[in-house]
């Protein structure tokens, strides 16, 4: 450098900061808009498929414990009608329920009714009868629709709803907690409520 001769100095622009900002507003940019709605993964229903009757029925899998198959059932005295008395698997004492009277479906014709659906719950366990067990489903739970009321006469608070392939699909939920499927011969006689 001479001596007498100034020199200004320019402020050089700092190319590192300068990238370091644009990349820092493009990200700004990106996180700023609303997300794309995504879809949602479809929720798949494992459903036990049996024929009762003339119709085909699904229960979804997660309250069934098992399907055994019927040899005896003791009848009980007193007990509704739909209550056809109780049977002993593997040492288990359980409640049978059918479910055509339940529903009060018309019987049309002789059932096989060998087959024991075993319904669990937090709160209560029982077996219901089948004609036939057809097999295991995954059913699309959106693929469910709304029951038309004239199915089967079964009230619309126990269904789930219909596919298109016209299996009636059950709320084992509601069924299992059905306080007319609990038998409590003392709230009966002595006319209690909460015995």
């Given at each position: 450098m001479e001596t007498g001769q100034s020199y200004t100095r320019q402020p050089e622009a700092n190319t590192g900061d300068q990238q370091s900002r644009a990349i820092l507003k493009a990200r700004a940019?990106?996180?700023?808009?609303?997300?794309?709605?995504?879809?949602i993964a479809q929720q798949?229903?494992?459903i036990i498929v049996f024929r009762l009757a003339a119709e085909t029925y699904g229960i979804e899998s997660a309250f069934v414990q098992e399907i055994y198959p019927l040899n005896n059932i003791t009848p009980l005295p007193g007990v509704?009608?739909?209550v056809l008395g109780i049977a002993k698997v593997r040492g288990q004492i359980l409640s049978v329920v059918d479910l055509?009277?339940?529903f009060e479906i018309p019987e049309s014709g002789l059932g096989q009714l060998n087959t024991l659906v075993i319904l669990r719950s937090e709160q209560m366990s029982f077996g219901i009868l089948a004609d036939e067990i057809l097999g295991v489903h995954s059913i699309e739970a959106s693929k469910i629709q709304t029951a038309p009321p004239t199915v089967s006469g079964i009230g619309s608070e126990y269904l789930?709803?219909?596919?298109?392939?016209h299996m009636i699909i059950l709320d084992a939920q509601k069924i299992l907690s059905d306080e007319r499927i609990i038998v409590n011969q003392m709230r009966e006689v002595l006319?209690?409520?909460d015995i």
């Amino acid at each position: 450098m001479e001596t007498g001769q100034s020199y200004t100095r320019q402020p050089e622009a700092n190319t590192g900061d300068q990238q370091s900002r644009a990349i820092l507003k493009a990200r700004a940019r990106v996180l700023a808009q609303k997300p794309k709605q995504t879809p949602i993964a479809q929720q798949f229903l494992g459903i036990i498929v049996f024929r009762l009757a003339a119709e085909t029925y699904g229960i979804e899998s997660a309250f069934v414990q098992e399907i055994y198959p019927l040899n005896n059932i003791t009848p009980l005295p007193g007990v509704p009608p739909f209550v056809l008395g109780i049977a002993k698997v593997r040492g288990q004492i359980l409640s049978v329920v059918d479910l055509k009277k339940f529903f009060e479906i018309p019987e049309s014709g002789l059932g096989q009714l060998n087959t024991l659906v075993i319904l669990r719950s937090e709160q209560m366990s029982f077996g219901i009868l089948a004609d036939e067990i057809l097999g295991v489903h995954s059913i699309e739970a959106s693929k469910i629709q709304t029951a038309p009321p004239t199915v089967s006469g079964i009230g619309s608070e126990y269904l789930r709803g219909v596919t298109a392939e016209h299996m009636i699909i059950l709320d084992a939920q509601k069924i299992l907690s059905d306080e007319r499927i609990i038998v409590n011969q003392m709230r009966e006689v002595l006319g209690y409520e909460d015995i």
